[in-house]
């Protein structure tokens, strides 16, 4: 890269970032990058923004997916609107079709009242499908009518109802191998693959690992109330070199656990716990045997959370405890699901 080329992409950087900061007045939706591929990316997304065209996010868990759908949103026409999120992993398959399409009082036994659909909420804006590659065959069908149709039909009624909205999905697996197979519906697929856009994972482009991980830094350090200088030549260099599994996510996490245990000016090589965990001598660090479990037990069941796409049921599985015991030890160890 030439100097102007440098310069070039930093002035678009922050451009970029004053821009989401006008139109949230907050943080929220401000997206830290130096890699000109995701530059490339944040054009043609603003570009998209503007149409009601379907975006399709493809790329790993915790790369930015989600960032990137609000994103859409917030530099829409339809920004004012809701912008309403379905994890389609997350929600029972039995509760899907009611999550989506409300119900009336009496549709089903539990069914006491009745209920909005998340489609009627984001009316007028913005439903982001998270993990759509987990969607049941059987709500595609129902999914692909509301595009076509843009109409809905409440569980238990035959009164349709108008909604307008402008669809963003998400996944993180080949979703033309479920096509393929025979796990995810063509017509859908060309429905919602209008404009698909691949966010590559953070290994990939390495130039963003410091520049996110001083974001973090000065995030958790506020929520802390804790202050540190910033990171040891050790710790930055083997943030360089880690791949990064769980992306951007994992980043965050690792800074938020450093900022919990370091006890430096500088947080340290030792205090990021990289290549699974690792208890090296470290002075003055808490290294009681509770919160050595804890800090253990915290980051191998969002992992495990993570491969299951947050799938509670699928991850007690993998954990071989119980679903409930796993929503316990989810609030106690106060596991963020995203
Ligand atoms: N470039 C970025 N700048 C700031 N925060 C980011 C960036 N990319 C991801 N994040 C944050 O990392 C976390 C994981 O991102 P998310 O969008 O949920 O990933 P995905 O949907 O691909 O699993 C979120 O808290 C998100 O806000
Ligand atoms: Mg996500």
Redesign the pocket.
């Known amino acids: 890269m030439t100097g102007t080329d440098k310069l070039q992409v930093k002035s678009m950087e922050k451009a970029y970032m004053e821009k989401s900061k006008s139109k949230t007045g907050q943080d929220r939706h401000?997206?830290?990058?130096k890699s000109p591929v995701i530059h490339e990316i944040l054009d043609i997304i603003d570009r998209a923004a503007k149409t009601d065209s379907s975006v399709l996010l493809l790329?790993e868990?915790?790369?930015?997916?989600?960032?990137f759908a609000e994103r859409v949103h917030v530099q829409s026409r339809r920004k004012d609107a809701p912008f309403i999120t379905v994890n389609c992993a997350a929600i029972p398959d039995g509760l899907l079709e009611s999550e989506l399409f409300g119900h009336v009082k009496g549709a089903f036994t539990s069914a006491v009242s009745a209920r909005q659909g998340r489609f009627e909420m984001a009316d007028n804006g913005t439903i982001f499908f998270?993990e759509i590659g987990d969607l049941p065959l059987a709500l595609q069908a129902k999914i692909l009518r509301v595009i076509q149709e843009k109409k809905i039909e409440k569980v238990g009624s035959d009164v349709t109802v108008n909604v307008n909205v402008r669809i963003i999905a998400?996944t993180n697996k080949d979703i033309e191998a479920l096509v393929q197979k025979g796990l995810f519906r063509e017509d859908l697929y060309y429905r919602l693959n209008v404009l698909p856009v691949y966010?590559p994972p953070l290994r990939e482009r390495t130039e963003?690992i410091h520049e996110?991980a001083y974001?973090f830094l000065e995030n958790f350090m506020q929520k802390a109330k804790k202050h540190f200088e910033g990171f040891s030549r050790d710790a930055l260099s083997a943030m360089l070199s880690y791949s990064w599994p769980g992306n951007?996510?994992e980043l965050?996490n690792v800074i938020e656990r450093a900022c919990i245990i370091c006890r430096d000016k500088f947080i340290g090589y030792d205090d990021l716990f990289l290549n699974s965990v690792r208890f090296e001598k470290k002075e003055g660090a808490d290294r009681n045997l509770k919160t050595a479990i804890c800090i253990f037990k915290t980051g191998f069941i969002r992992q495990v959370l993570e491969e299951n796409n947050w799938n509670q049921t699928e991850a007690a599985k993998a954990l071989a405890i119980q679903r409930t015991y796993l929503s316990r030890l989810i609030k106690e160890l106060k596991i963020e699901i995203?």
């Open positions: 401000r997206i830290i990058t790329g868990s915790g790369a930015g997916k989600g960032l998270d998400a966010i963003d996110l974001f951007v996510r965050a995203p």
